[in-house]
Nanobody
């Protein structure tokens, strides 16, 4: 399974971006899909997850501003980011786990497939 993230860029405070993460190989509909991010000098942190069922969970810092969605036919997960803030500046990583389990974790070690990351920079 390979994941390819795209859509990052430079936006002003208050702007929007949509990240995409396309998968190849495997059975996409089985995946739990997650976005993490890593800001300079900080540890990677959970942003949002979408479960096999379609249910979602968000970090408190992005709730109400970010929306995760998936298109199983296109084998793609999206992250719509609105009302961006300078503190959202980070490299964003998509990841997937392929399991029959319905548990929808938010910690890195649960995910075995990772994209390469895409840079999001929000100017103040």
């Amino acid at each position: 399974v390979q994941l390819q993230a795209s859509g990052g860029g430079l936006v002003p405070t208050g702007g929007s971006l949509r990240l995409s993460c396309a998968a190849s190989g495997g059975t996409f509909s089985r995946y739990t899909l997650v976005w993490f991010r890593q800001a300079p000098g900080k540890e990677r942190e959970f942003v949002t997850v979408i479960c096999r069922s379609g249910s979602t969970n968000y970090a408190g810092s992005v709730k109400g501003r970010f929306t995760i969605s998936r298109d199983n036919a296109k084998k793609t997960v999206y992250l719509q980011m609105n009302s961006l803030k300078p503190e959202d500046t980070a490299v964003y990583y998509c990841a997937a786990r392929d399991t029959i389990l319905t548990h929808c974790p938010t910690t890195e070690h649960n995910y075995n497939y990772w994209g390469q990351g895409t840079q999001v920079t929000v100017s103040s």
